[in-house]
Every structure is written in structure tokens, then in C-alpha cells.
């Protein structure tokens, strides 16, 4: 198994990915760490799972434990009205459109938003790269965009009434909000003293500081003939907050002890992070009939497009995407994922008791030859008998 996925990684970086790194892992430990290519284009620093790469989106996992263990300590309630924990919502409203002057149409939110839809999506939040809508609003308020860090970046409308829908969006760096607000600490503290510390991922953190930005991967972007090239990349130097939905950098070996630590309902090496009812509250789908995880793009160089598997559905949990059958490349009905938009990607299967982490650094999402190089790790890693029936 481990020498087909070191051939996949070996022929997906010499043509089309810089570099790539894979981790596979179950509950008893690490099944293999294999990597390849370089951390930057034509560099000479090679890539290896102690890279540095920005986590993006896979920071809104992390950033959802934090929260059920406020939820366990009785701090955070999953149904009542957020607003006596964030006073700035608690009165939303709903963008419906422009009118004929190119203002804003809104009207108050028909009920109030909860914590229960900041961890599920359907909090009536959108991304400006995936809603049209909110991507005006922006540009005709001038507003800044949330990747600035600046706090005013927040203070958006919301798409629809809570509950009434899944859409990608704000909600996990409202829910870092709410974690703040809850615990009295500063986000990044919280992690570092409540998850990332206690299961030993010494280089997961927001932002970067000097020792993760000695191993940082470099991000990369095709143009317009298709070839790679290193682009200009670094978070905020000082944000006005931590971003829950995207602001960890960390390194796919840190990032497999995390899934592990889920895996194994709450636990690593001896240390638990949540109770075992609590990660299987998680793993179930908490939006009913709602369909989750198709995110389409009005800004291409953000995400290109990818749609599910025929005849597969997704629900999504607290903080995770849950295919509801089993998907062809042999992960099992109710595993868990999500993914970054630098093409960062991980699964957890508890039912074949596997994990699976792959990281490289590619913009836009979907990338080709990034998505096709996860596919096929996830295949391998199926094929060569990792899993557990």
C-alpha cells in the first residue's frame, strides 16, 4: 500500500503538484507518513509531514471542538439565541437583493441566530467568494474582505433566515467569537491550552510565527497556460481577531493527531479532548433533510467547482461533512471530512477505523491535479487493506 501512494505522490509532483504531503492513520497510530516534491516551486527545501502549511478551512474542525467542550462545561447551549454570549447578533438581517438604486434590501431575520447554526452552516452566513449577493455588499459598503483579519470584515447580513438552508460561509469565525466570549481568553490561547497542547501539536497555531514560518510550504497558482508559480501569500501581520474559519497553519502531522484524537471518540496517548458521546454527537448529521458541501464560486481563482459522486448525499454534523452512503473510493457511510482552499484535504472513517490527511499548496480549490492526487491516496489506502472491516 504505502509504495503504490509513494508512486502517486511521486508522479503527481512531476507534473502538476510542487509537492505533496500523505498521512494515513487508525486508532491504534500512524499507518504511514509518506512525501514528495518540494515545498516551493523549483526550491531546493524539500517537502516533508513536518511542513508548515496553512490549514484554511480545515481550521473550522478544530474550532467546532472548541466549542462542543464549552458546550460540555454548560459555557455555550446549542439551541438558545446567541445573542446574550454576541450582542453584535442580535438583531440579523436578511440581504434580499438590491433595489432599482443598487441599495440593499433588508429585513430583520425571521428568528434568532443559534450557536447550533454557526456550527452547522445554516446560519443565513455566506462567503463573499460563493454568494454574489454578499460579494456586492461588500464591494458597494467597502468593506473588507474576512481574510484582511480586520473585525469589521464580520458585520455582514445574512443570505437567509436561520435554519432555513446550508451555505457555506462565516459562521466558524462567529464561532470563534463565541468560544472567546464564553471562555474569557483569546482564541488562539483557548486551542493551544484546551486542544492543540494537550494532544502535542507543537506546530499548530494562527499565523505564523518564526518556527512555523522556517517550514512553511510556499503557495502556488497556475496561469494562464496551465504552469505553476509561486504567488505572494502570508496572513495578516496583526489581526483584529483570530479567524475560526480559516486561520490555522499547522502541519499534516500535527493535523493527524487531531483526527486520531476523533477516531478514537475524544482521546489520545491518554488525554481527552471531548467525551466519546460528545465526538459521536458530531459525527451525526444535525441538518435533517438539508443538503451540505456543494460550494460554487462567483470569484474562479478562489474554487472551481466540484461536484458529488451520483447518487451520493452529504448532511454535515457539528464542524464536519458526512456522506451518507459509501463513496467509491471505499470510505465508509458516515465518515467524516472537509477540506482547505489551498487543497488540503482529511477523512475519518470510523466504521473502517481510518484516517487520512493530504495536504499540498495549490490555489484555486479543486485544482485538478491536487483533488485527483487526494482521490487517489484515498483509493490506495482503501485498495492495499488499510481499513478495518
Request: charged share 20%; net charge neutral; with cysteine.
Amino acid at each position: 500500500m504505502s509504495a503504490g501512494i509513494a508512486a502517486l505522490l511521486r508522479q503527481a509532483t512531476a507534473g502538476g503538484v510542487p509537492g505533496a504531503v500523505f498521512l494515513l492513520g487508525n486508532a491504534e497510530g500512524v499507518i504511514t507518513e509518506l512525501a514528495a516534491g518540494q515545498r516551493a516551486q523549483g526550491g531546493a527545501a524539500a517537502m516533508t509531514p513536518d511542513t508548515v502549511f496553512w490549514l484554511a478551512s480545515m481550521t473550522k474542525p478544530i474550532v467546532s471542538v472548541a466549542a462542543m467542550q464549552l458546550v460540555e462545561s454548560g459555557k455555550l447551549t446549542l439551541d438558545a439565541p446567541i445573542a446574550p454570549v454576541l450582542p453584535a447578533l442580535a438583531a440579523p438581517e436578511v440581504l434580499e437583493g438590491f433595489d432599482a438604486a443598487g441599495r440593499p434590501r433588508l429585513r430583520p431575520a425571521a428568528r434568532p441566530i443559534t450557536l447550533r447554526h454557526l456550527l452547522t452552516h445554516t446560519s443565513g452566513f455566506a462567503y463573499d467568494f460563493g454568494n454574489a449577493d454578499i460579494l456586492r455588499y461588500i464591494r458597494d459598503k467597502n468593506l473588507p474582505r474576512v481574510a484582511s483579519g480586520q473585525r469589521a470584515a464580520l458585520d455582514l447580513p445574512l443570505v437567509f433566515d436561520p435554519g432555513e438552508r446550508w451555505e457555506y460561509g462565516i459562521s466558524t469565525d462567529w464561532l470563534g467569537r463565541a468560544v472567546e466570549a464564553a471562555s474569557g481568553e483569546r482564541l488562539d490561547a483557548y486551542i493551544a491550552k484546551n486542544i492543540t497542547g494537550p494532544l502535542g501539536m507543537a506546530d499548530t497555531g494562527f499565523g505564523l510565527d518564526a518556527g512555523r514560518a522556517a517550514r512553511v510550504a510556499a503557495m502556488h497558482m497556475r496561469g494562464p497556460d496551465g504552469a505553476l508559480g509561486v504567488i505572494p501569500f502570508a496572513p495578516p501581520p496583526a489581526p483584529e481577531f483570530h479567524a475560526g474559519g480559516h486561520g490555522l497553519y499547522a502541519t499534516p502531522r500535527d493535523y493527524l493527531r487531531f483526527t486520531r484524537a476523533l477516531l478514537r471518540g475524544g482521546e489520545l496517548d491518554g488525554v481527552r479532548i471531548l467525551k466519546a458521546e460528545t465526538v459521536a454527537r458530531m459525527g451525526e448529521n444535525q441538518i435533517g433533510d438539508l443538503r451540505a458541501g456543494i460550494v460554487r464560486s462567483v470569484i474562479p481563482e478562489m474554487a472551481l467547482d466540484i461536484l458529488p459522486p451520483p447518487g451520493i448525499d452529504f448532511g454535515w454534523g457539528f464542524g464536519f461533512l458526512i456522506n451518507r452512503q459509501p463513496l467509491p473510493t471505499g470510505r465508509g457511510a458516515g465518515s467524516l471530512s472537509w477540506s482547505g482552499v489551498a487543497n488540503t484535504y482529511f477523512w475519518i472513517d470510523p466504521g473502517q477505523d481510518l484516517t487520512g490527511v493530504m495536504m499540498t499548496q495549490i490555489m484555486p480549490f479543486g485544482d485538478p491535479a491536487a483533488f485527483n492526487l487526494a482521490l487517489g491516496c484515498e483509493i490506495a489506502a482503501y485498495q492495499g487493506g488499510a481499513a478495518r472491516a
